[in-house]
Nanobody, 127 residues
Framework: QAQLAESGGGLVQAGDFLRLSCAYSGRAFSLFAMGWFRQAPGKEREFVGSVSLNGEDTYYADSVEGRFTISRDNAKNMVYLQMNGLKPEDTAVYFC????????????????????WGQGTQVTVSP
């Protein structure tokens, strides 16, 4: 199973930006779709977005479409989540995820298609 480590979370104000990073270690990184989920206090974990094996295709939840951008660097085994125009409702613990074998990046919207999870990083957006 892959090991995922997120970084870059913190406290920002509404309208600010933040960039999360996820370092992957384990089996061939380029063979797995990658994604981000988040969990707000008192709520279930939800899908944020995902990126295809080669990084050319991305897929986002409606709530972040146009504000968040996912990218990956297969040479560095890294995934990134650029978050712009942050809102207080974006406050959550953000989790990096690797798709299960053969899962497409769109299929990763379902947690049943996630093979590995990171520990999460807290993002807090003040009004």
């Amino acid at each position: 199973q892959a090991q995922l480590a997120e970084s870059g979370g913190g406290l920002v104000q509404a309208g600010d930006f933040l960039r999360l990073s996820c370092a992957y270690s384990g089996r061939a990184f380029s063979l797995f779709a990658m994604g981000w989920f988040r969990q707000a206090p008192g709520k279930e974990r939800e899908f944020v977005g995902s990126v295809s094996l080669n990084g050319e295709d991305t897929y986002y939840a409606d709530s972040v479409e146009g504000r968040f951008t996912i990218s990956r660097d297969n040479a560095k085994n890294m995934v990134y989540l650029q978050m712009n125009g942050l809102k207080p409702e974006d406050t959550a613990v953000y989790f990096c995820a690797a798709g299960s074998q053969y899962a497409t990046h769109r299929a990763m919207r379902l947690e049943s298609n996630v093979g590995s999870w990171g520990q999460g990083t807290q993002v807090t957006v003040s009004p």
